[in-house]
């Protein structure tokens, strides 16, 4: 899958000219590791950002990671594509100073640090702003900044647990359950470096009107909290009874799930299942008559599905109107329709074979929003930086390398 502009000249078959990013000339000093902060700044690479990421000389954590092929990890290659590789020894005094002078010559600066680590290094937000006063700097951290739990290490696993997000989904869960579910997805790192994508954007637009940069201070924890918002308000206001879930439906080669949401969608499962009856009937008539006797209502919907194919059970809920959908695997949900239609996988090659990442989820009319094919070898992108943005000699740069202060790897 391509991006528009090849879509589109293939449709009209004259090129099209490429369209820019919306943060074409925006430069992004990138201190992350790991999901959170790296999945930010793809973002911003994705809007046509140069994101130099700086890494110490053993990397990333995250390109040791499989799945890996010749040695190289599509993990890695998916949160940094379309950035570059920067690789210092920050222990070395020579590292920070360089880290110093290319501050005035960016516009945003990310780390995911424990909180302490940048003050130490001399490349906290107070030091960096005074080199550069609209400078956007972003931490994210798991408990925020300041307060007794700051130096905390958190990882998401962590942050799901600490949360509550955890123990509410253990709540949801039926049947003998006795102890909080296994997550391998990392909700926390995810939904922390959107967040903290959105919040840069903000404070760029502030430093654009007033000359002024900001510190964005990202908690995840509050992040997964602001997650769970009927959580967090029936654990104020408890509710008399468990909220009532749309649970699996079982066909006969499979699940689906089907959502009657409104009056409506009920109204016309009703229709569609060919039980019309059941808008009538005293325990289905109001959506509060249906909470109370929602388990009745389960079965009905597998008494239904059991003598047909989950493919055929979904065909009749869409024709009738009701929210519903199979359940799918990610290899299957990646070639759905949606997806392909709306090209939200980019194919790129890291040097060991092509692959797809999936583009951002959001599109705009006039700019692009897609994976840029690129993926930084370690250290690759660090003496081409260091001679355009600082004016370094081949001479230094290589002295540099020499010190062990610069590290290429690539």
Request: hydrophobic letters at 40%; charged letters at 20%.
């Amino acid at each position: 899958m391509s991006n528009s502009n090849t879509a589109d000249a293939s449709k009209t078959g004259t090129p099209t000219k490429p369209k820019p990013g919306i943060l074409d000339g925006i430069r992004v000093l990138d201190f992350t590791a790991m999901m959170s902060g790296p999945y930010c700044t793809r973002l911003m690479a994705d809007l046509g950002a140069e994101v130099i990421k700086v890494e110490p000389p053993e990397g990333d954590h995250i390109r040791m990671r499989p799945p890996r092929r010749e040695g190289r990890s599509t993990y890695f290659a998916q949160l940094n594509a379309g950035k570059k590789s920067l690789s210092l020894d920050l222990k070395k005094p020579e590292a920070i100073a360089l880290v110093h002078d290319m501050v005035a010559q960016c516009d945003v600066l990310v780390e995911n640090y424990r909180p302490g680590v940048m003050k130490r290094l001399g490349l906290d937000y107070d030091t960096l702003c005074a080199l550069n006063p609209k400078l956007v700097y972003c931490s994210i951290s798991g408990f925020g900044q300041q307060g007794a739990w700051s130096g905390r290490s958190a990882y998401a696993p962590v942050l799901h647990a600490a949360s509550g997000y955890d123990m509410a989904n253990l709540d949801y869960q039926e049947g003998d359950v006795e102890r909080p579910l296994k997550n391998g997805i990392f909700v926390a790192d995810v939904l922390g470096g959107s967040l903290a994508f959105g919040a840069i954007q903000s404070a760029l637009f502030r430093a654009a009107r007033t000359g002024e940069g900001d510190h964005v201070d990202l908690s995840l924890m509050d992040a997964m909290l602001g997650l769970l918002v009927y959580e967090c308000q029936e654990a104020q206001f408890p509710a008399e009874r468990r909220r009532p879930l749309y649970r699996p439906t079982k066909a006969k080669d499979g699940f689906l799930l089907i959502a009657p949401v409104s009056q409506n969608n009920f109204e016309a499962l009703a229709h569609g299942t060919g039980h019309p009856e059941w808008i009538t009937d005293p325990r289905f008539f109001t959506s509060q008559e249906r909470e109370h006797h929602w388990g009745q209502l389960m079965q009905l919907l597998d008494d239904w599905a059991a003598s047909r194919t989950a493919a055929e059970c979904e065909a009749e809920m869409n024709a009738a109107g009701v929210p519903c959908s199979r359940y799918f695997t990610v290899r299957e949900a990646m070639k759905l329709p949606p997806l392909v239609e709306r090209q939200a996988f980019q194919t790129i090659d890291d040097g060991a074979g092509a692959f797809q990442v999936p583009n951002p989820a959001f599109r705009f009319a006039h700019t692009a929003a897609h994976a840029r094919g690129s993926v930084p070898m370690l250290g690759g992108d660090g003496p081409a930086l260091l001679g355009s943005l600082l004016g370094l000699s081949a001479e230094r740069i290589s002295a540099l390398r020499e010190s062990r202060t610069l590290h290429v790897n690539g």
